[in-house]
């Protein structure tokens, strides 16, 4: 089922389509009957709609109830939407690994899988790594890969929208990347390709930290922080894609970089060391004095970044996420911070999702293209204007 158009001669017949799998979703089965009082449509129309379905392989005759059978005459017929007549993947390339989320057209996880890659990976490096988890994840499930509806990938970097990587200093040989043609050639399906925070942030409203907020910015804290915003419930990405890229911030004539403020010797710190990161932070709770101050200039740093951003969007939450180490060390300074500098500071909590946040935005990725085409959705959250 394709996306609705004025011009479309079915046009009426795919809404009702897409108002009936709608009702459908989410419900164990429905009757004839349920399904006419829930989307006002008539009988007669209900089981033509629910036919098409049925031979389109989305819907399902479900089987009677215990207790229906035993009962004087026959059972009314119950129907199921097909979660797995579909699936979808949700993958996160990233500079120490990859990983991946199966589910079904429902968005329920079916099926994951990670693999450590290096920093210093080529970009055929990577790329391969992520095949290889795919693969594995396909056939611990048994999930064919012609049966994938769709694919969402998260990764660090300014996106465009065809999934070419404009910028990219996180990973190596990845800025000019067309990543997403790369992808297609591996998948019979839609691949869709966003920027890894843009990703987290998505993923926090559907599942995390923000699923009661509309207007929230998603904070991946690292030595060059990234963050990615919903507006009004939607993504938003910019005009070139680049919104959020508060890690460059310190060019606006604050040359001092974070891998330095964050350095407790005077040689910076790799960017992509989060070992060392680790362990300046872990000397830090132990009470060394130069970890300590170190910390608290990344600190310091960061709440400014992340204040010029609340200052313009006005977010109701900050979720911080990213490093696994020394994120409980951040948000009581972050909260006193934003109140110092903003008009109206906002609520501030870590991330629920943790290291699956990025997976889990591009399966929401994948999942809103589904539900573009499947339920007629011109709203989604992901979707491109």
Do not use: Y
């Amino acid at each position: 089922m394709g996306r609705l158009t004025g011009g479309d001669p079915s046009l009426l017949r795919r809404i009702n389509s897409a108002v009936v799998l709608h009702a459908m979703r989410g419900a164990d089965a429905r009757t004839l009957t349920d399904l006419t009082r829930i989307t006002g449509l008539s009988r007669p129309t209900i089981e033509g709609v629910v036919e098409g379905l049925m031979a389109n392989g989305l819907v399902v005759e479900a089987a009677p109830e215990e207790g229906e059978t035993r009962r004087q005459g026959r059972p009314a017929r119950r129907f199921r939407f097909r979660a797995e007549a579909g699936h979808l993947l949700g993958i996160e390339i990233g500079p120490h690994r990859v990983a991946a989320l199966l589910s079904g057209l429902d968005g329920r996880i079916i099926g994951a899988g990670s693999r450590a890659v290096s920093e210093t990976a080529s970009a055929d490096e990577r790329l391969e790594r992520v095949r290889a988890v795919v693969a594995d994840v396909l056939r611990r499930t048994g999930v064919s890969r012609g049966n994938l509806r769709a694919v969402g990938v998260g990764t660090p970097g300014v996106v465009e929208g065809d999934g070419t990587v404009r910028l990219s200093t996180a990973l190596p040989g990845w800025t000019g990347l067309a990543l997403g043609e790369r992808l297609r050639r591996s998948f019979r399906c839609p691949v869709l390709v966003e920027n890894d925070a843009n990703a987290a942030a998505v993923a926090e409203q559907w599942k995390g930290a923000a699923t009661d907020s509309d207007d929230i910015v998603f904070v991946l804290a690292g030595l060059s922080p990234g963050a990615g915003s919903l507006i009004g419930g939607r993504l938003h990405r910019g005009f070139g894609g680049a919104a959020g890229e508060i890690g460059a911030l310190h060019l606006l004539g604050r040359e001092v970089t974070p891998e330095r403020l964050l350095s407790t010797t005077d040689e910076p710190l790799h960017p992509l060391d989060e070992q060392a990161v680790a362990e300046v932070f872990a000397l830090a709770r132990k009470g060394d004095e130069r970890a300590r101050a170190a910390v608290d200039r990344f600190i310091q740093r960061l709440v400014h970044d992340v204040a010029a951003l609340v200052l313009a969007l006005d977010p109701e939450l900050v979720v911080v996420g990213g490093w696994a180490a020394g994120l409980d060390g951040v948000l009581q300074p972050l909260r006193e911070e934003l109140a110092r500098f903003c008009l109206r500071p906002p609520r501030v909590a870590l991330s629920l999702l943790g290291e699956a946040a990025v997976a889990t935005g591009a399966l929401r990725l994948a999942l809103d293209h589904v539900e573009e085409q499947l339920f007629a959705v011109e709203g989604t959250v992901t979707a491109r204007r």
